[in-house]
């Protein structure tokens, strides 16, 4: 399958009743889009960060009651999973996609990216989009803007990275469901490796 963009039953997935139901049409019609991206974009990220980057589309295998409200596809640099490593991800809610760079409560590096971020963040306030969100919470669907984030709010970040065994954070680019971007295969695809290239010094400031 070549990847052809999301539309509005794409996100429409979310809001079917039941995990079995909902499980079921993420798989008929979300998941094979997830993959086809993956795929597409492997290369591109390979080459960008200087080693193989392998595909992992969510199985959101453990979920055994509450359906999933969000999936996604990620890259990261061990065949075997992505989570104990910083990743890039593309994944989408029932109110539209992200496109960012994460670690998550999983991954050790969590301390050398707090520590990264403290010495170098004039440099990533200058240079990321203010269009751009942060979270600390992957279950969070909001975040706050890059152009909105104060000096108190990247210490909160940092803090918590170095002490809160489940910190995580994550930054990157928002695009709504009704956004014709979503739709747009070839513009999708450039937005993507764009933002990707942009987080790329996030990703390096992890190892």
């Given at each position: 399958m070549n990847f052809s963009g999301f539309n509005s039953r794409d996100?429409?997935?979310?809001?079917?009743?039941?995990?079995?139901?909902?499980?079921?049409?993420?798989?008929?019609?979300?998941?094979?889009?997830?993959?086809?991206?993956?795929?597409?974009?492997?290369p591109y990220l390979t080459e960008l960060c200087g080693e193989e980057m392998f595909v992992h589309v969510a199985k959101h295998a453990r979920r055994t009651v509450n359906p999933p409200i969000d999936t996604w596809v990620a890259w990261g640099s061990s065949k075997r999973g992505y989570k104990a490593l910083p990743h890039f991800e593309v994944g989408m809610f029932d109110t539209h996609m992200f496109v960012?760079?994460?670690?998550?409560?999983?991954?050790?590096?969590?301390?050398?990216?707090?520590e990264a971020l403290e010495r170098e963040l004039d440099e990533?306030?200058?240079?990321?989009?203010?269009?751009?969100y942060w979270s600390m919470d992957h279950m969070d669907p909001q975040g706050t803007f890059h152009k909105n984030m104060k000096s108190e709010d990247y210490d909160k970040i940092i803090t918590k990275l170095k002490t809160v065994k489940k910190a995580e954070v994550m930054c990157g680019l928002r695009i709504e469901r009704d956004d014709p971007l979503a739709a747009d295969r070839e513009q999708l695809l450039k937005t993507i490796r764009s933002t990707?290239?942009?987080?790329?010094?996030?990703?390096?400031m992890s190892f």
């Open positions: 996100f429409d997935v979310f809001q079917v009743p039941g995990l079995e139901p909902r499980m079921e049409m993420l798989i008929e019609r979300v998941r094979p889009k997830l993959e086809a991206l993956g795929a597409e974009l492997a960012i760079f994460a670690v998550i409560y999983e991954s050790p590096n969590k301390i050398t990216f707090a990533v306030r200058r240079n990321l989009p203010g269009e751009f990707f290239k942009t987080l790329l010094p996030l990703y390096r």
